[in-house]
């Protein structure tokens, strides 16, 4: 027999078939989603309502974004904040690695760097979205907000390292070194690898290794 419960709250639907379970992706996912992808491989500009819609699949059409979210603008914010959220959380678990003192600077450095490059790596599209909106004129004042609040925690944390430290100043350059040095690869420019990680960690600590203790 199958039994079949719906939410359409959260439109979360499963069907059970011999004990398995299959969980449908809410629509608001899967335009969040498709968004991401549309603006890695078109850019801002060539990620039409349509061309989102199509990416979302399931014969989605473009009147379901404005189901859902005010219109484009909305989605590019809440799909950048959600990318933003998840790549400042993977940086803070690594980041008490800069509290370690039995490793020299640079090598805590390093590890912070290459750990981070190749979480960014496996989320190419990801980067390349947020690296492209975020360079887009469509990077209004509400998207800057919600992104200096996704990094703050970590400047915070940075201030209690090395409090005679401009925190902030430090957080938004170590980001600009890390963008240029990972987008080239997002978008096939460069090829991924120990070489490409070790030419933007080179970058990367000349920018801040001066900043932090030894």
């Known amino acids: ?14 069907h059970r078939n011999g004990g398995q379970s299959l969980t449908k992706t809410p629509t608001d996912v899967l335009l969040l989603d498709a968004i991401v992808r549309t603006v890695a491989q078109k ?3 060539g990620a039409s309502t349509r061309a989102i819609a199509a990416e979302a699949g399931n014969g989605m059409t473009d009147t379901v974004i404005y189901r859902h979210f005010s219109g484009k603008e909305e989605l590019l914010h809440k799909a950048f904040l959600r990318e933003s959220e998840a790549f400042m959380r993977q940086v ?11 490793i020299s600077r640079e090598q805590r450095l390093r590890y912070l760097w290459h750990s981070v490059w190749g979480w960014l790596s496996r989320h190419k599209d990801a980067a390349a979205f947020m690296i492209r909106y975020y360079y887009s004129a469509s990077f209004d ?3 800057k907000r919600g992104y200096c609040e996704t990094w703050q925690p970590i400047a915070d944390r940075l201030r209690a390292l090395a409090p005679d430290v401009d925190a902030e100043s430090l957080v938004y350059m170590a980001l600009e070194a890390t963008a240029s040095a990972i ?11 120990a070489g490409a990680s070790e030419y933007g960690f080179r970058r990367f600590n000349g920018l801040v290794n001066e900043f932090l203790p030894k």
Do not use: K, Q
């Open 1 to 14: 027999m199958t039994n079949m419960t719906a939410h359409s709250g959260g439109r979360t639907y499963r």
């Open 43 to 45: 850019g801002v500009e």
């Open 92 to 102: 803070e678990v690594l980041f008490p690695v800069l509290w370690e003192r039995n």
């Open 141 to 143: 004042e509400i998207a």
């Open 183 to 193: 987008y080239p690869v997002c978008v096939g420019w460069r090829p991924d690898g």
